[in-house]
């Protein structure tokens, strides 16, 4: 059986958290799906009836929805809180989800005693004055 849950860097702190791999269901939720919607259908109807197609695509919905918020709910880092997601659709909203997450974690206390590793955060060096800094240079 395929591990569902895969350690991967995080892009901003580099600090090690899971992440849930499966992006679609698989053969094991559609035949789950299809034993699920069988005995529902026997337990309601006492024979077997086209009514069941309906509560197995209802289950094939339910599993894939649940695979993708389970997938959602992973990326973001439990350390810094950088969302990959987030900041490919939005930049700044993933910069105040990350200022936001460390201010809460500077002002914890229990974070001071916790088994939480240190992190090396990234930092920008202030350019020399009068300068404007200069945006990152895209790569094609």
């Known amino acids: 059986m395929a591990k569902d849950y895969v350690d991967r860097h995080c892009g901003f702190c580099g600090l090690i958290h899971p992440i849930f ?5 698989g053969l094991k939720h559609i035949l789950w799906s299809a034993i699920v919607s069988l005995c529902v259908t026997l337990l309601l109807w006492e024979k077997l009836d086209s009514k069941g197609f309906v509560i ?6 339910v599993s894939e ?5 389970r997938r959602i709910l992973s990326l973001p880092c439990p350390h810094c ?4 997601a987030l900041y490919m ?3 700044p909203q993933a910069l105040a989800k990350i200022i936001k997450t460390l ?3 500077k002002n914890d206390p229990g974070v001071w005693l916790s ?4 992190m090396k955060l990234p930092y920008r060096k202030k ?3 009068g300068e404007a800094p200069k945006p990152p240079e895209k790569v094609a």
Do not use: C, Y
């Open 21 to 25: 791999e499966r992006r679609a269901i």
């Open 56 to 61: 197995f695509a209802g289950w094939i919905f």
């Open 65 to 69: 929805l649940t695979i993708v918020i």
């Open 81 to 84: 809180g950088f969302d990959p």
């Open 89 to 91: 659709k939005n930049q």
């Open 103 to 105: 201010d809460a974690r």
């Open 115 to 118: 088994q939480k590793p240190a």
């Open 127 to 129: 350019p020399a004055s």
